[in-house]
């Protein structure tokens, strides 16, 4: 078996008023996709934010390749473990603004902005027209704007994408297209993908693997 | 001081014609406002007579051992005034909010008095108080201003800020958008306030020292130093007051606060 790429550990926190908590554990491989099930409301969503360190656990404890996470910044965490909530947020501006828009913070500004290729490439893989680039993306539909927000994501390469209902928004089509990229885009490097999805055919997409219920 | 006209007691008496007219106004549009218009009329009168005199002994002794401790309490009742009504923000603000009023105030107003209008001594009870004064008041309003629309602008957009910091922001570079509006909302009426000066409204100052029989020529001189160190001041409380508040809308891993969520 490979070693876990990501690791968590008694993940626990208040769901709610009535003190309802979620406490979960699990991990995913390199290569790997983990689905996290459970009823509406069971927290699925709140368990991808505190992987993502966009809302803090109460106890618990995460590794990725080993690390424990509070061993890395919170800015660094959340590019290497990219969380993309299941309503897709764009901002003022140009699509193409919206994806460079990582690169500006002080983080990613000397890593130098991806070269228009890398863009175009995913653009054409989402079938997106390159067009896009200078629409406003406040007047992106729903799917396109799902699609936008997972280009921006992959341009950070995370290790791990935290993946909140990804092709909610999509058709048959573009779903397929959707589920093509995430697959190449796992098998380039040691990744993997935790996903909270409730439609069956994102599952059955990934070969290798796993569910967790919560 | 040729054309100075005071008011005797029979004069001033004759104000209450005033306020029974905005009294009627209140009681037949049924406002609700009668009892705090009452009491508001009497507290300004008591406030504004206890001033009087209290500002004829300080005019008089004329010491910095007098004048730094009525700053400093003006500075704490306009702190406390300036956050009362903002009831919103899930912490205290009061401490953030004395430091941004006293350091921009005592920073624009050392420099007007001092360096621009240089009375003899320096630090002449009857420059220092009105001009601190006036900047007190000022900045006051805009640091209300700024706070809570620095709240309600990151309350408001939880899903963006969220957004940023997944995508590798600070804390700062989170908010920085917000912090703007923010900035800017506390900023705007002392701006526009540059742009009609004069063709819409007198101001203030300038009435009173046109009332008191200064020459208009020298009126305007004083009211243009006013305006402008009200702008700067302005300008470096809300300033101050974003940098040291924004940090408590985050915990220490740089994530929202809980509070923000709920309320």
Same mark, same amino acid.
């Given at each position: ?83 993309? #909530?299941?309503?897709? @947020? ?5 699509? &193409?603004?919206? /994806?460079?828009?990582?690169? +500006?913070?002080? !983080? ?81 490097? #040691?990744?993997?993908? @935790? ?5 069956? &055919?994102?599952? /059955?997409?990934?070969?290798? +693997?796993?569910? !967790?219920?919560? | ?263």
């Amino acid at each position: 078996m490979e070693p876990a790429l990501l690791v968590f550990k008694d993940l626990s926190r208040q769901i709610d008023e009535d003190g309802r908590r979620i406490v979960a554990s699990g991990q995913v491989e390199p290569g790997q996709a983990l689905f996290v099930k459970g009823s509406s409301g069971s927290g699925k969503s709140t368990l991808l934010r505190i992987l993502g360190r966009i809302l803090s656990a109460q106890s618990g404890e995460v590794w990725l390749e080993g690390r424990p996470w509070m061993t890395i910044t919170a800015p660094q965490w959340r590019l290497l473990v990219q969380y993309l #909530p299941q309503k897709p @947020i764009v901002f003022d501006g140009t699509v &193409q603004e919206n /994806l460079l828009l990582p690169f +500006r913070f002080k !983080l990613m500004e000397r890593k130098g902005i991806p070269s228009p290729s890398q863009i175009e490439g995913y653009l054409k893989k989402l079938k997106l027209p390159n067009g896009i680039l200078t629409q406003s993306a406040k007047t992106l539909s729903g799917g396109e704007a799902a699609r936008i927000a997972l280009i921006r994501a992959l341009l950070l390469e995370p290790q791990v994408l935290l993946l909140d209902e990804p092709t909610a928004y999509l058709d048959d089509d573009n779903r397929s297209h959707l589920l093509a990229l995430l697959k190449e885009w796992m098998a380039a490097k #040691p990744r993997a993908i @935790i996903m909270v999805s409730h439609n069956e &055919q994102d599952l /059955l997409a990934f070969t290798r +693997r796993h569910s !967790l219920q919560i | 001081m040729d054309g100075f006209i005071p008011i005797s007691n029979t004069q001033l008496l004759l104000t209450v014609i005033l306020v029974i007219i905005t009294g009627l106004i209140s009681a037949l549009l049924r406002l609700g406002l009668l009892k705090s218009l009452l009491w508001g009329t009497v507290r300004a009168f008591v406030q504004l007579t206890l001033i009087g005199y209290v500002l004829n002994y300080v005019f008089a002794w004329n010491t910095l051992w007098i004048i730094i401790p009525i700053l400093v309490l003006m500075s704490l009742i306009a702190s406390r005034e300036a956050t009362r009504r903002i009831t919103r923000i899930p912490y205290n603000p009061n401490i953030n909010t004395f430091l941004s009023l006293t350091t921009s105030t005592f920073v624009v107003g050392i420099i007007v008095v001092v360096l621009i209008i240089g009375p003899e001594p320096w630090y002449s009870a009857q420059v220092m108080i009105p001009i601190f004064g006036m900047l007190f008041g000022n900045s006051m309003n805009a640091i209300a201003l700024c706070l809570d629309r620095m709240y309600s602008e990151i309350h408001g957009h939880i899903a963006e800020v969220e957004q940023r910091l997944a995508l590798g922001a600070t804390p700062w570079e989170a908010v920085i958008p917000y912090i703007r509006k923010a900035v800017s909302a506390g900023m705007t009426p002392t701006i526009n306030s540059l742009m009609v000066v004069g063709l819409v409204s007198l101001p203030g100052m300038m009435t009173g020292q046109i009332l008191a029989g200064m020459d208009p020529q020298s009126a305007v001189r004083y009211q243009f130093v006013v305006l402008v160190m009200m702008a700067s001041c302005v300008a470096i409380g809300c300033l101050m007051i974003v940098l040291l508040s924004y940090r408590k809308m985050f915990n220490t891993d740089g994530s929202l606060v809980e509070e923000l969520r709920s309320s």
